[in-house]
């Protein structure tokens, strides 16, 4: 069965197909983006967004200067590929960075070596992200970070975590220069609402995050990934921080916001229309005239 009818039938795909269309969500970067694909397509189908079809791009293994390359099986080409086979595509999520600093690990305790490896995987990111954007300027991209990891052979969790957020902080740094680009870290998000069990720390609990510990062990099935179940917990996090907002429609005839169509909005109108706010443009032309209360009766009677 081809890619297409795969996402015709089940609203996701897995790598491969780069001539695949259909797809409103695209899913490029390592094992992370394979993982959490098929969670976040269930919830987009859980909170209603079905129409979402999810594409997975996740490659196991894969490194940001793979995808910032030219290797038509995974770089840029092929990304370039992808978002041209996909034109319905609105919302691109990248997961990617790990797996280059994981092939440093080695190295860790060398500042200036991890200084160098983070630079890159930021430039590479950088290049990728450039890419998508200039392939299709009318897509956003949401880059979603890591959690804390399970400790890894004899290296010192503290340490591992201190890389990895100053990978998160380089990161935010960057996406506050791209305009369509979007980045959100991740760590501390298994303590947070598992807790730490085993030091009797309750989920929720004021002293999380804890930098100088790794996830609860529960959590994750290697040292890298979460359990099947945590991804999709992770998918939910995902669906309320970025996705519910780009996914569903607002309901413009609740110009008062209380989530509730009443007369109340109309009086609400009618403040949005003497005060020129947002709340006024009900037909979307960009202008706030007496066109908009024809525009928000028929608004209103369609209900939301």
Same mark, same amino acid.
């Given at each position: 069965?081809?890619c297409?009818?795969?996402?015709?039938?089940?609203?996701? =795909?897995?790598?491969?197909?780069?001539?695949?269309?259909?797809?409103?969500?695209?899913?490029?970067?390592?094992? @992370? /983006?394979?993982?959490?694909?098929s969670?976040? &397509?269930?919830?987009?189908?859980?909170?209603? /967004?079905?129409?979402?079809a999810?594409?997975?791009?996740?490659?196991?293994?894969?490194?940001?200067?793979?995808l910032?390359?030219?290797?038509?099986?995974i770089?840029?080409?092929?990304?370039?590929s992808?978002?041209?086979?996909?034109?319905?595509?609105?919302?691109?999520?990248?997961?990617?960075?790990?797996?280059?600093?994981?092939?440093?690990?080695?190295?860790?305790n060398? %500042?200036?070596?991890?200084?160098?490896?983070?630079n &890159?995987?930021?430039?590479? $990111?950088?290049?990728?992200?450039?890419q998508?954007?200039?392939?299709?300027? %009318?897509?956003?991209?949401?880059?979603?970070?890591?959690?804390?990891l399970?400790?890894?052979?004899?290296?010192?969790?503290? &340490?591992?975590?201190?890389?990895?957020?100053?990978?998160?902080?380089?990161?935010?740094?960057?996406?506050? $220069?791209?305009?369509?680009?979007?980045?959100?870290?991740?760590?501390?998000f298994?303590?947070?609402t598992?807790?730490?069990? /085993?030091?009797?720390?309750?989920?929720?609990?004021?002293s999380?995050?804890?930098?100088?510990l790794?996830?609860?062990?529960?959590?994750?099935?290697?040292?890298?990934?979460?359990?099947?179940?945590?991804?999709?917990?992770f998918? %939910?996090e995902?669906?309320?921080?970025f996705y519910?907002?780009r996914v569903?429609?607002? =309901?413009?005839?609740?110009v008062?916001?209380?989530?509730?169509?009443?007369?109340?909005?109309?009086?609400? @109108?009618?403040?949005?229309?003497?005060?020129?706010?947002?709340?006024? %443009?009900?037909?979307?032309?960009?202008s706030c005239?007496?066109?908009?209360?024809?525009? @928000?009766?028929?608004?209103?009677?369609?209900? =939301?």
């Amino acid at each position: 069965m081809d890619c297409l009818k795969l996402v015709a039938l089940y609203g996701v =795909c897995v790598s491969g197909f780069a001539g695949a269309q259909g797809a409103e969500v695209v899913v490029f970067g390592d094992s @992370w /983006a394979n993982r959490l694909s098929s969670p976040l &397509r269930q919830t987009l189908i859980d909170e209603g /967004a079905s129409d979402y079809a999810v594409l997975n791009e996740g490659v196991e293994g894969a490194r940001a200067d793979e995808l910032a390359s030219s290797d038509p099986s995974i770089g840029l080409p092929y990304i370039e590929s992808v978002l041209l086979a996909n034109p319905d595509a609105e919302l691109v999520h990248l997961s990617i960075g790990g797996n280059d600093l994981f092939d440093g690990i080695l190295f860790i305790n060398n %500042d200036s070596i991890v200084n160098s490896l983070l630079n &890159r995987v930021v430039g590479d $990111t950088e290049t990728i992200v450039q890419q998508i954007l200039s392939v299709r300027p %009318d897509v956003e991209v949401y880059h979603s970070g890591y959690d804390f990891l399970q400790p890894i052979l004899f290296f010192d969790p503290a &340490r591992v975590n201190e890389v990895m957020l100053d990978l998160d902080s380089r990161l935010l740094a960057l996406a506050d $220069t791209i305009p369509g680009y979007t980045y959100e870290g991740y760590y501390g998000f298994a303590q947070i609402t598992y807790g730490i069990p /085993a030091l009797g720390i309750p989920p929720g609990d004021p002293s999380l995050p804890r930098i100088d510990l790794p996830s609860p062990d529960f959590t994750f099935v290697d040292e890298i990934h979460y359990t099947p179940a945590v991804y999709e917990v992770f998918a %939910d996090e995902l669906y309320v921080r970025f996705y519910e907002p780009r996914v569903t429609d607002p =309901c413009v005839a609740d110009v008062n916001g209380d989530g509730i169509l009443s007369p109340a909005d109309f009086t609400a @109108w009618i403040d949005a229309y003497n005060g020129g706010g947002a709340g006024c %443009d009900q037909n979307a032309n960009g202008s706030c005239t007496p066109a908009d209360f024809t525009a @928000w009766i028929t608004n209103y009677n369609n209900g =939301c």
